[in-house]
């Protein structure tokens, strides 16, 4: 096989894993990981029944490649918007914001995420919070530490206040409804966190 059919050939499979992996999302998201089914996600892709197994061999399987899928996405569009700004405020304001529009724009995603991340199943948990290292890695290395360096937070511990700042904004933004819609505005989530870590600069006292 030449090496342009080679290339083809991936491309191709690659293509095909993408759509299986889309309509499993949207599959998870309906109807929850137990009650999805496996030809359903193949139809829904434009596959014929069974089709998916050439491609994954469990519906077990299909799920961790899809964890893995939604945290790369995920933490992707998050990091590229953090990293556009230098000031450490700004960073954690694109943060909660970026997360906000990354779930409502990625609405099955975030379903089966919240899922994973709440359920019974401790494969699944323990899955989806391995890949999210890198999101909490992002928290506290390019944003807590830079901002306490720079005196603009308060010099908290970053590794553990990274962990409550992503329990703050998954819990926060996994408050959405049937349309992906969240409760809350992203701008409260920010106001809050900012308030709670900005280091508050009193004015020097003259001497008498």
């Not at 059919?5 to 889309?22: A, C, G, Y």
Request: glycine letters at 6%; proline letters at 4%.
């Amino acid at each position: 096989m030449s090496r342009y059919k080679q290339v083809d050939r991936e491309n191709l499979i690659n293509e095909n894993r993408r759509f299986l992996l889309n309509a499993a999302a949207a599959e998870f998201a309906s109807q929850g990981y137990e009650n999805a089914n496996i030809n359903s996600i193949s139809k829904a892709a434009g596959y014929a029944k069974g089709t998916i197994y050439n491609y994954f061999a469990t519906k077990r399987a299909l799920m961790l490649e899809l964890i893995d899928e939604i945290a790369t996405g995920h933490f992707e569009y998050i990091a590229e918007q953090v990293q556009k700004e230098d000031d450490p405020a700004r960073r954690l304001e694109c943060f909660i914001e970026a997360g906000f529009a990354w779930v409502t724009d990625n609405f099955p995603q975030a379903k089966v995420m919240i899922a994973a991340l709440n359920g019974a199943d401790t494969e699944f948990k323990n899955h989806m919070y391995a890949r999210y290292q890198p999101m909490f890695e992002l928290v506290d290395r390019e944003i807590l530490v830079v901002g306490i360096q720079q005196g603009t937070f308060r010099p908290v511990d970053p590794t553990s206040t990274a962990g409550l700042l992503m329990t703050i904004y998954l819990g926060t933004a996994s408050q959405i409804d049937e349309q992906g819609k969240p409760w809350l505005a992203p701008a409260q989530v920010v106001e809050f966190v900012l308030s709670a870590l900005r280091l508050n600069k009193s004015p020097n006292k003259k001497e008498a």
